[in-house]
């Protein structure tokens, strides 16, 4: 799906929950009431500052509006995703993806040489690991549904099953964030 179409979705899913016209959530988020209305049809290019905004009126974190089903296979490589640029500063941002309602995430910094693969048995019922590359290369994932990860590359999967992390290169270093139900 688009992400122009994802954040359009996100957004009008938000401002209905919050029981929030089109009108008031433009005003109260500094937005020409057109401007939002295209980024709710999935026209337009929203800044960061933009995205901000309106989450911060909606009351939601900033990544609720890239929405996208949490227990589904993802793949962002290195140079990929939807930029959000700054209208301030040379700065952008890709989200990865969001933390689901009622999910605990941990965050780890792993480092793997090369050799035996390491495997992991399956996780508790509806685990997800997230697994972006800082250096070196590896193989990732279940064993139906392994990914080559490179720098900058990121890989969401189900971990409540039997997965595994193999080095290509001597040495890959990793941030893996555990997902699991509260």
Known sequence: MNPSTLI??????????AGISLTAL????????????QLESGQGNPSIETLWAIAEVLG????HLFELPSNEVKLVRAGEGEQVPS??????????DKCPPNRCRDLYRATITKGQPRR???HPAGTVEHVFVISGEAS?????AAETLRPG???????DVSHFYEANTETVMLVVVMESPA
Request: charged share 30%; aromatic share 10%.
């Open 26 to 37: 433009a005003n109260q988020a500094g937005l020409a009431k057109s401007t939002l209305s």
């Open 120 to 122: 992991a048995e399956a």
């Open 60 to 63: 939601v974190p900033f990544s």
């Open 140 to 144: 990732i994932g279940p064993d139906d």
């Open 153 to 159: 590359d990121y890989y969401r999967y189900p971990a």
């Open 8 to 17: 359009a979705r996100a957004i009008q899913r938000e401002r209905n929950k």
């Open 87 to 96: 209208e301030d500063a040379d700065f952008e941002t890709i989200v990865l």
